[in-house]
């Protein structure tokens, strides 16, 4: 009976439970460097340069009135969705652009913040905005490009998953800077 209280004695006084505090870390998101190349299709009245290293163009609808496509980026699991329309005259494009302000402002009311930045490329007629909504919305980047006449394309970015925004922040900003180089290599080949 004594040697079992003194091995209960022991094992309490040699078993300590040191309460250690969870260390805060970050995911470390680590993306291939990007490889822009000229995406051309004889359907589109566009050229731009799109990363052919994540992403790829699928999904292509073409009819009388409108391009449809998107540009998947399945290892981000996330992708852009554009339209083209062709209009025929300025209050229709006008009309275009005021469609889509109201889409944007339906994301907008779950955002924190939304930066607005206006982008002008007077030597390839591209005009255009950019809407950055910071917050858990269903699409945290939005843009538009027009000629001021009668072409207009728009492009949203979804994320296949629940909106988190610090989660999928690493993402969002590897496929801004893909939309920034599409803007500034964008033409239309009406132009050229």
């Not at 022991?10 to 805060?24: A, E, F, R």
């Not at 269903?138 to 207009?152: G, R, V």
């Amino acid at each position: 009976m004594r040697n079992l209280i003194y091995i209960c004695f022991i094992i309490m006084l040699g078993c300590d439970n040191y309460l250690m505090p969870k260390q805060s870390a970050y995911l470390r998101l680590d993306y291939l460097d990007p490889q822009y190349q000229l995406t051309e299709n004889n359907e589109f009245p566009f050229l731009f340069e799109t990363n052919n290293v994540l992403s790829n163009i699928s999904d292509i609808n073409i009819n009388d009135e409108s391009i449809d496509f998107i540009v998947k980026y399945d290892k981000l699991n996330g992708q852009i969705n554009f339209q083209y329309n062709n209009v025929d005259s300025k209050e229709t494009l006008n009309a275009y652009i005021m469609d889509l302000k109201k889409t944007i402002e339906t994301h907008s009311i779950m955002a924190n913040s939304i930066r607005i930045r206006d982008y002008v490329l007077e030597e390839n007629n591209i005009y255009g905005r950019i809407f950055d909504l910071s917050g858990d919305v269903a699409s945290p980047y939005q843009f538009y490009l027009t000629d001021n006449k009668n072409n207009i394309i728009s492009g949203f970015v979804y994320f296949n998953t629940k909106p988190n925004y610090d989660s999928i922040l690493p993402a969002i900003n590897y496929i801004e800077n893909d939309i920034i180089n599409l803007i500034e290599s964008f033409s239309w080949k009406k132009n050229k």
